[in-house]
């Protein structure tokens, strides 16, 4: 029983470290800040994740970019963000969206290659998401003239809250279809 108490309050110092810091934090970083061991914290992040499940929380626990962080339950999150929304969260045009959509579909793509799938040009865009930190470059494409190529950040994830980039929702082959450069 003794154990048990103790994994609690852990758990109630693993909480505290969620609620205090503004970023994900991966398992090591909550074990260096609460002075507990890895297997500790993952036992803790286990009670946290069943506590914050109950029906009557407005927080869950969720992994974002790679980091644990406790945030609004996304059914409520709507009726919140523009409050407490970050600066960096501000909405996107519709045309700033698509361009991003493109690139988080088929990364790494280059500017000529967006500008290919939307038929207007891309710079005005890729400037405004890559000053917003939602994309960057990631490389060069290995053909004459080596385009840089352009991919999403960890930001983006943040953004969307996505763990990672196989958490993008699935496209229909309609959709796929208009992602593809012709050929």
Known sequence: MATEVSLESEAALVEAVLFLESEPLAEKSIATISELSEDVVK???EI???KYSEK?????????????????????????????GSKSEG????????TLSIIAYSQPITRA????????SADNMIRLLSERNLI??????DV???PVQFGTTKEFLKFFRLNSIADLPRLD???SERFELAR
């Open 43 to 45: 036992k803790c992040l």
């Open 173 to 175: 082959e309609e959709e």
């Open 136 to 141: 960057k470059e990631v490389g060069k494409k």
């Open 56 to 84: 009557n929380s407005g927080l869950e626990l969720v992994m974002i970019a790679g980091g644990w962080a406790l945030t609004p339950k996304k059914k409520i999150w709507s009726v919140l963000k523009e409050r407490y």
């Open 144 to 146: 004459p003239g080596k």
């Open 48 to 50: 946290l994740r069943e």
């Open 113 to 120: 290659e967006i500008e290919e799938i939307r038929g207007v």
């Open 91 to 98: 909405r996107l045009s519709r045309s700033a969206m698509e």
